[in-house]
């Protein structure tokens, strides 16, 4: 049975669309009612379009282990022929949460510590460090590994001059999220709910894949973007389809209930799979493969 619409008398305002809206939706209900609320199709479905939200929420918060940055200073290199006192003192000590600490972004100069060393001047004692001039890590920088073995921070050097390039990777994924939030609704309503979210499903898991070759921090970010357009565009359309299969009663437990939990899944998830691989490459390999396992859900 058709839903009657009010008569086309000219353009339809908000007030004959929605009781029109609330029939169509009544009579859709009305129809489907045979199959049933709670079967083993609903069922089915309610779980696999659930579970397809996981990888929604690895990729939410990746970035906060991908991109990590940990304990670091100055690399003095080992070709430097510097006394063993010197090499220790090598690095200025500076105020950080309330306690001294060796800088990050600055060391003494390599050339005068050079001369020093070569004197046999001892540092404290023969020379005065506060009026030894600084230069800044001109040799690159040495990382702690605890926690992180890796991460594009210390795979492309995303510290002190470079630093702002860390929060603008989180920021463009985001900006992504923001573009797949405009287009993902039209692009389904045109292409059909199904293909739309296996495609989506596809380029949030294959664009993934790809930053796992990333050879530099441009083509990591550009890639990251795209993640987060198929991220977000898999969750609406998901979202979607559940509720137009789903039976009424169903459908609100699903919006509630069963899309938000198994994205706090991922979530969940996230830090377990960083605990145990601290390798940013391998661990961006093991939050992709999961989205491989929905690929038989399309036959």
Known sequence: RRASFPAATGRLGPRSIRPALARAMYDYDELTAFLGEWGPFQRLIFFLLSASIIPNGFNGMSAVFLAGTPEHRCRVPASANLSGEWLNLSIPLEKRGGRSVPSRCRRYRLEALLNFSALHLQP????????????????????????????????????????????????????????????????????????????????????????????????????????????????????????????????????????????????????????????????????????????????
């Open 124 to 299: 404290g004692r023969d020379v005065n460090l506060s009026q030894v001039e600084q230069e800044k890590c001109l040799d690159g920088w040495e990382y702690s590994r605890d926690p992180y073995l890796s991460t594009i921070v210390t795979e492309w050097n995303l510290v002190c001059d470079d630093d702002w390039k860390t929060p603008l990777t989180t920021s463009l994924f985001f900006v992504g999220v923001l573009l797949g939030s405009f287009i993902s609704g039209q692009l389904s309503d045109r292409f059909g709910r199904k293909a739309i979210l296996f495609a989506t499903m596809g380029i949030q898991t294959g664009f993934s894949f790809l930053q796992i070759f990333s050879t530099s921090w441009e083509m990591f970010t550009v890639l990251f973007l795209i993640v987060g357009m198929g991220q977000i565009s898999n969750y609406v359309v998901a979202f979607i389809l559940g509720t137009e299969i789903l039976g009424k009663s169903v459908r609100i437990i699903y919006c509630t209930l069963g899309v938000c939990i198994f994205y706090a899944f991922g979530y969940m998830l996230l830090p377990l799979c960083a605990y145990f691989f601290r390798d940013w490459r391998t661990l961006l390999l093991v939050l992709t493969l999961p989205g491989l396992l929905y690929v038989p859900l399309w036959w």
